[in-house]
């Protein structure tokens, strides 16, 4: 979680620096080396034959 307003990440849903509400920053970023990317297509090819 971050907080919108000092920009310090944290755990907690307020901030312990001063004391506002905290968001999720967003979504993972994309990577081109992904390790996983063959098992995740493996995985699909399977759920879409059987």
Not at 2 to 27: D, H, M, N, Q, V
């Amino acid at each position: 979680m971050k907080c919108r307003s000092c920009k310090t990440y944290t755990l907690f849903k307020a901030c312990p620096a001063c004391g506002k509400e905290t968001s999720i920053p967003g979504p993972v970023k994309y990577s081109t080396t992904d390790r996983f990317q063959a098992f995740r297509i493996k995985e699909l090819e399977d759920e879409n034959i059987g």
